[in-house]
């Protein structure tokens, strides 16, 4: 079949069957890597992708539901401010990169901040809870969190509440 969508806010149109994977189509057709092949069962996070404004795992998106959605991966976000208070948050915090759950850490915090301007404990650590990683320690999530949530603040009202 053939399939229109926009990815990183370019029109691409691709041709496939309609049962092949979003991370698969990424990765394959666009040599979009940010986004990694983990678990394919929707339990790893290290999928993730925006896709019509929502964090969803790619490995659970088949190629027939993307025709006319809008996808942005980590390469396309990695352009925009919110990319750079999540990755400032991250290291003022002291949580080090990491090649392969990155993707889904960074996507998850976008989410909590797109859904409430200060996150609760509570909240933060549910939106965690889908990326598949125990090496970082929860208390330094929580601080990244904080912080991010700080710049954020005085970046877009010169100020944080
Ligand atoms: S590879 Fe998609 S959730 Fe694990
Ligand atoms: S798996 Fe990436 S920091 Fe734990």
Redesign the pocket.
């Known amino acids: 079949m053939t399939i229109g969508f926009i990815l990183n806010g370019e029109d691409v149109v691709i041709r496939c069957e309609g049962d092949v994977r979003l991370?698969d189509i990424l990765r394959g057709n666009f040599a979009l890597l940010g986004a990694?092949?983990?678990?394919?069962?929707?339990?790893?996070?290290?999928?993730?992708v925006i896709f019509n404004g929502r964090v969803s795992?790619?490995?659970?998106i088949p190629a027939f539901r993307i025709r006319d959605s809008e996808i942005i991966t980590i390469e396309g976000f990695s352009q925009t401010d919110e990319y750079q208070d999540i990755m400032t948050g991250f290291a003022q915090a002291n949580i080090e990169n990491c090649g392969y759950c990155d993707n889904g850490k960074i996507l998850a915090a976008w989410a909590l901040l797109e859904r409430k301007e200060r996150p609760s404990p509570e909240e933060i650590l549910a939106g965690f809870s889908?990326i598949?990683c125990r090496c970082t320690d929860p208390e330094k999530l929580l601080e990244a969190l904080t912080i991010m949530t700080d710049i954020r603040q005085r970046r877009l009202y010169g100020r944080a509440s």
């Open positions: 991370i990694k092949s983990g678990c394919l069962t929707g339990k790893c996070g290290v999928c993730s795992p790619a490995c659970f889908g598949k």
